[in-house]
Nanobody, 117 residues
Framework: QVQLVESGGGLVQPGGSLRLSCAAS????????MGWYRQAPGNQRELVAT???????NYADSVKGRFTISRDNAKNTVYLQMNSLKPEDTAVYYC???????????WGRGTQVTVSS
């Protein structure tokens, strides 16, 4: 069983920045991909950004140019740097991981991000 623990959420004013972290309980060297998703009240969970084992990245159009996903294999951690935050970025942000050979993917419990003045 793999545990994913998100941190770094909070309340920030529009235009501000936050950095989310997702710490995995095992090595992320063997990932297929890890990613960040978000879910706002009344909405479906949506993809924000992903990073593959080869370090290829993918972003939702709504966050391109503002968010950056990265990983530190030594710390088994994936990050999401969020800049120029907007009220519409308000959501619970979840970390997801897919490992080679696994029969399922894994989710963290989420961290709340609120963008408001």
């Amino acid at each position: 069983q793999v545990q994913l623990v998100e941190s770094g959420g909070g309340l920030v004013q529009p235009g501000g920045s936050l950095r989310l972290s997702c710490a995995a309980s095992r090595s992320i060297f063997s990932i297929v991909a890890m990613g960040w998703y978000r879910q706002a009240p009344g909405n479906q969970r949506e993809l924000v950004a992903t990073i593959t084992s080869g370090a290829s990245t993918n972003y939702a159009d709504s966050v391109k140019g503002r968010f950056t996903i990265s990983r530190d294999n030594a710390k088994n951690t994936v990050y999401l740097q969020m800049n120029s935050l907007k009220p519409e970025d308000t959501a619970v942000y979840y970390c997801n991981a897919v490992f080679h050979g696994a029969t399922k993917d894994y989710w963290g419990r989420g961290t709340q991000v609120t963008v408001s003045s």
